[in-house]
Nanobody
């Protein structure tokens, strides 16, 4: 199982970024997926979850609801996180994770750094 994130970077507050996560080594569409982030000096923070298959069940952390959009393309084995209206407090390493049960993750990507300047 491999999860590889991309798309992070340095942006100013108010800007947008789209993160991608390419999955391999497993039946991508059969698993729920999520994004988790770790702000500098803080604990891991769950961001959003999308269910297996059609991805029609989506949940967001209150801090990102209305600004972030999670989606998946099972034909391309890719998970996305569209991030709009970014804030300095969104600065973190963002991880793509495979979710086997609610907030239970068994595989993690290596992470991609997002830095939002004020």
């Amino acid at each position: 199982v491999q999860l590889v994130e991309s798309g992070g970077g340095l942006v100013q507050a108010g800007a947008s970024l789209r993160l991608s996560c390419a999955g391999s080594g497993f039946t991508f569409g059969s698993y729920g997926l999520a994004w988790v982030r770790r702000p500098p000096g803080k604990e891991f923070e769950w961001v959003s979850t999308i269910n297996a298959g059609a991805g029609d069940i989506i949940v967001y952390h209150d801090s990102v609801r209305g600004r972030f959009t999670i989606s998946r393309d099972n034909a391309r084995n890719t998970l996305y996180l569209e991030m709009n209206s970014l804030k300095p407090e969104d600065t973190a390493v963002y991880y793509c994770v495979r979710e086997v049960n609610w907030l239970t993750f068994d595989y993690w990507g290596q992470g991609t750094q997002v830095y939002v300047s004020s």
